[in-house]
């Protein structure tokens, strides 16, 4: 029988850790001067009011007076420092914290280097952590000062309670579309029947949240009226997995974790990709197939895997597995996800949509989803040892 209650225990520890990441696909650009694409010898264009910019000649009509330009960020500090976790960057952290948790010394806050470079790219920042009334755990991952110092430092930081199960997790449950693989089925189906705008217009803005999802759901399903049923096939040569997936899963095998797709899109993919990758359990939509067999309807029939039933499937596998919901995480993209996001130990935002980063537990937004690893504090070298 699977352990009574899988709600998440009181926790075991008083500290938190923050992963750093420094953002190396998308550094912060400087122009060397020397750089400059002229030289003194190129002649001077001449000057005159044509070859102003619209906004720039002054005008008595005030609607069309250029508007004061936005207020500038934080300067970029990488650049100065080095495109990486420098000694300066985790002392400003270091600083920052002490800033929003008034009784944290500097000297109770302990880091460690998860790759062994020179030119570290991700570290574990640990400090002890009592919740208050003013701070919590929330009001840190969210604090305008982390955000700064994220900015200004060209890094993403994920805080999560240091305990002992933040380490050793044994479920991983996984959004499909646009985590697990690159593409919106949905939308790649539409392109084959020249209505991937107006699908992918309604796609994206209920990934967005701005749209429920299961009547979204419906809608584009009908557009797909008449779509050849070998439509499956068709798009297996069109799929491509996001960077990092395959390794993290062979990774997580190794691990002993369950795994699990669970899919706003369609059980005849879910279940191909759950094949490819090992998953030990998928869990998509059915779209009805016309009575011949050749064509789709456009309607849906079972029940629809939308946000609430993505996060009653993560309580139905932990239970059935007898696994700690705080042993649990989850990745996803949309905002769909965030209800599993939520209810697991660990919820990940991975290349995620506006609303779904300023709402999830965490984001991440580097290259490879092979990332993961390090939120549990395993570093590049073990993550080497776990892929081959």
């Not at 002490?98 to 030119?119: C, G, M, N, Y």
């Not at 499937?313 to 696994?323: C, D, N, R, S, Y």
């Not at 990332?371 to 080497?384: A, H, K, N, P, T």
Request: aromatic share 6%.
């Amino acid at each position: 029988m699977p352990p009574a209650t899988l709600a998440p225990s009181a926790p075991t520890s008083t500290a938190l850790v923050a992963t750093l990441f420094y953002k190396a696909d998308t550094p912060h650009y400087f122009p060397h001067p020397d750089a400059s694409p002229r030289s003194p010898t190129d002649p001077i264009p001449s000057a005159s009011l044509e070859s102003l910019k619209d906004g720039a000649i002054p005008t008595d009509n005030l609607s069309s007076y250029p508007l004061e330009p936005p207020t500038p960020g934080p300067n970029p500090l990488d650049h100065i420092y080095g495109s990486y976790i420098s000694q300066n960057c985790l002392t400003d952290f270091f600083s920052t914290l002490v800033t929003i948790v008034p009784t944290l010394s500097k000297d109770a806050i302990e880091s460690r280097r998860l790759q062994q470079d020179k030119s570290c790219k991700v570290v574990e920042v640990r400090f002890p952590f009592s919740p208050s009334t003013t701070v919590t755990l929330e009001t840190i991952r969210r604090h305008e000062n982390i955000s700064r110092f994220e900015r200004e430092w060209n890094v993403e930081a994920v805080f999560q309670e240091d305990t002992v199960h933040r380490r050793y997790k044994r479920l991983a449950v996984f959004d499909m579309d646009s985590t697990l693989i690159q593409q919106e089925v949905i939308d790649e189906i539409a392109a084959l029947i020249g209505v991937q705008d107006k699908v992918s217009a309604i796609t994206a803005a209920a990934m967005n949240g701005e749209l429920d999802f299961e009547a979204s759901l419906r809608a584009r399903c009908k557009l797909l009226t008449g779509v050849p049923s070998s439509v499956w096939e068709t798009l297996k040569g069109r799929i491509t997995m996001n960077e990092g997936v395959p390794e993290l899963l062979r990774a997580l095998k190794r691990l002993g974790f369950k795994t699990a797709v669970l899919s706003g899109g369609f059980t005849p993919l879910a279940e191909w990709m759950a094949g490819r990758l090992g998953l030990d359990y998928a869990f998509a939509n059915h779209l009805v197939v016309s009575p011949d067999g050749q064509t789709l309807t456009g309607e849906l029939t079972g029940e629809i895997v939308h946000a609430e039933k993505k996060r009653q499937h993560v309580l139905e596998i932990a239970e059935k597995e007898g696994i700690l919901l705080e042993q649990t995480v989850c990745i996803g993209d949309g905002a769909n996800d965030l209800p599993m996001m939520g209810v697991a130990g660990l919820g990940v935002a991975f290349h995620a949509k506006p609303n779904v980063q300023l709402q999830a537990p965490a984001r991440l937004n580097s290259k490879s989803m092979l990332d993961v690893l390090y939120l549990f504090g395993i570093s590049r070298e073990e993550q080497e040892v776990l892929i081959r």
